[in-house]
């Protein structure tokens, strides 16, 4: 079975500083699509960033960026100039062929003032 | 654009009743997915549709989970008898295949069975 490690359940940061989100991944797939959700107290899960696996270049999407190492298999997220509206669970998750997600269990990160 | 609809928002329910959840994905999305959020979890896909025929139902408890697609367009969700453990977010979402953009979600209903 594919899985998807996220190994920090908590995170914080002080508003405007920057954070790093780990990720790690298990798959025999040569290419496939990766990304980070979004999920504030309103449960609606929105997506942040998108990486496509043949793709050496990072994304990037205004402050959120990704590191994408892939053959570490190893997907980070940093948020840079925290905000306050980035407090919220964060999901990371890979595309199985047949464009099904498997996400991993979360990272809680909360953004201090 | 209107996103994915999703109804009733929460639901409390005694063991053994039934419950319906209804989803309406985003127009032109032919994909549709039902995951299961346990708190504290990451979200897990009970049944994936393309069109109004199923994909993948290989993690749904047949026993008393069941889902349709009438039609390509809506969809509904039922638990018949439900159990205490089947309390959770139960999320859909939505999705153009070919295009390979992730899914878009709707806001969930939060069950809760006592």
């Known amino acids: 079975a594919q899985t998807v490690t996220q190994s920090q359940p908590e995170m914080s940061v002080q508003e405007a500083e920057t954070v790093t989100l780990s990720c790690t991944y298990d798959t025999s797939e040569s290419n496939y699509y990766l990304f980070w959700y979004k999920q504030p107290p309103s449960r609606q899960m929105i997506l942040v960033i998108r990486?496509?696996?043949?793709?050496?270049q990072n994304a990037t999407e205004n402050r959120f960026s990704v590191n994408f190492q892939k053959a570490a298999k190893s997907f980070s997220l940093k948020i840079s100039d925290s905000q306050l509206g980035d407090t919220a669970m964060y999901f990371c998750?890979?595309?199985?062929?047949?464009?099904?997600?498997?996400f991993g269990e979360g990272t809680q990160l909360t953004v201090n003032p | 654009e209107a996103g994915v609809a999703q109804s009733p928002r929460y639901k409390i329910i005694e063991k053994r009743q039934s419950v319906a959840f209804w989803c309406n994905p985003i127009?032109?999305?032919?994909?549709l997915y039902w995951y299961q959020q346990i708190l504290g979890q990451g979200p897990k896909l009970l049944i994936q549709f393309q069109n109004n025929g199923v994909v993948d139902d290989s993690q749904l408890p047949k026993d008393r989970f069941s889902a349709e697609r009438l039609k390509g367009v809506d969809s509904t969700l039922k638990i018949q008898p439900a159990k205490l453990e089947d309390s959770a977010v139960y999320l859909c979402a939505s999705s153009i295949l070919q295009r390979r953009i992730g899914a878009f979600f709707g806001q969930g209903t939060r069950l809760t069975v006592v």
């Open positions: 990486q496509e696996a043949y793709k050496q």
């Open positions: 998750a890979k595309e199985t062929s047949g464009s099904r997600l498997t």
């Open positions: 127009s032109g999305h032919a994909t």
